[in-house]
Every structure is written in structure tokens, then in C-alpha cells.
């Protein structure tokens, strides 16, 4: 006997379905806040997040996170899911608001206690351009 194959329609449903609602609406909240202080987010920066968001998670939500892992094909559904799009900033220099700037020296040194000095790295010293 033949075996069913599911509708493709079906299937993709099933591969971009939320599995774990709490955490991607947190996701998201993070995202949105981030986009008003017009802070740049790529997927790593994003993958990280989620993964922070996972460890104070993990301890207050109902959700099973043990076994996930945030992977790049999760990142793409999130987006997918919750419309979220790269976007070029525009804008002069002057557009930004430099009281935002000592709040988010400290969330960034937040961030950055986390990790070993010696993991700590300015954009300088990567010779990214």
C-alpha cells in the first residue's frame, strides 16, 4: 500500500508552526524594542538574545526548552512567522538620540559580563569594514 503524502500546503504549516509561543513573543517584544532604539540586529545577534531569553525562561515559563537548540532554520520560521525583515536605517548621524547612549552602555556591559574579557572584542580589532 501506497503511503499518503501530506498536502505541501499542509506540511508547510506544520514546519513553520510556533512551538514555543512564549518565547518567541518575547522575541519578538525584544525586537521591537530594539528597532525604536533603532539598534541594528542581525541573526547572530538575535540567536544570542534568544538564547539569554531561553535561560531566564527556562526557569518562570511553562515552556520545555532542554532539547532546543536555536538554529538558523528556527531564526528564518521566526521571522517568517512574525513578518520581521532586514532594513536599511536611514538617516543622518544626528538622527539618533545620544541620551540613549549611557542606558544602552550599561545593557551592553550587561551583555558583555557574560563573557570572558579575552572573547571581547572591538570592531576595530576584527578588521571588519
Known sequence: MEQELPDS??????????????LEHHVVEWVDRANLKRVPINDYVLKITTEKLISKLSVISQEDYTDFVVSNRWINNLKHRHNLRSKKKRGEGGD??????????????????????????????????
Open 96 to 129: 539618533f538620540d545620544e541620551k540613549l547612549i549611557p542606558g544602552m552602555r550599561q545593557e551592553l556591559r550587561a551583555i558583555l559580563d557574560d563573557f570572558p574579557l579575552h572573547d571581547v572584542f572591538n570592531y576595530d580589532e576584527l578588521a571588519l569594514q
Open 9 to 22: 500546503s499542509s506540511w508547510k504549516k506544520k514546519q513553520c508552526s510556533e512551538q514555543f509561543p512564549i
